[in-house]
């Protein structure tokens, strides 16, 4: 049996370095800075920092940052940050080339960003532009298209973070 690292829960949890992508590097090798899995920052510090690192190219570690808020946050806006978390992951997969993945990521975060109240128009986020963005980017996925880093990029708030 191949055991696995595990977190003081008993969590799966791998310490093994990353690429820029999020995939796990041999022991010892030099990876891109990881995000603390119990890293917590108010609602526009999460925004700026997943917005930098998705300005960075670094859409996985910006999924990082946004389910740590999802997790740790609060219940009400737990929908708004998984969302948001699952459209992160969502661009990680297209970076990785996992196609099928990246539409069922991205179909799901639309689902949870569409069910959030419209109303609740929480922290600046952009729902409505980032709704319209996965749906382009599935479309796309659906039609066999090859999507370039410049139509990954996209602003989380309707007003800069």
Sequence with gaps: MISRDRDAAGRARSDRPRDRLGRPLPPGSV????????????????????????????AFNAHEVLEAAWKN???????????????AVGLTHIQRGNAKGAGTLLRRARQRLEAYPANAQQHDVDRAGLIAHARELVDALDAGESIDERRLRTRLCVTPA
């Design 73 to 87: 946050g609060a219940v009400a806006e737990r929908m708004l940050w998984q969302g948001l978390a699952q459209y």
């Design 31 to 58: 990876g891109v800075a990881r995000i603390p899995d119990d890293l917590e920052l108010d609602p526009q510090q999460t925004l700026a920092f997943a917005q930098q690192l998705l300005d960075d190219g670094l």
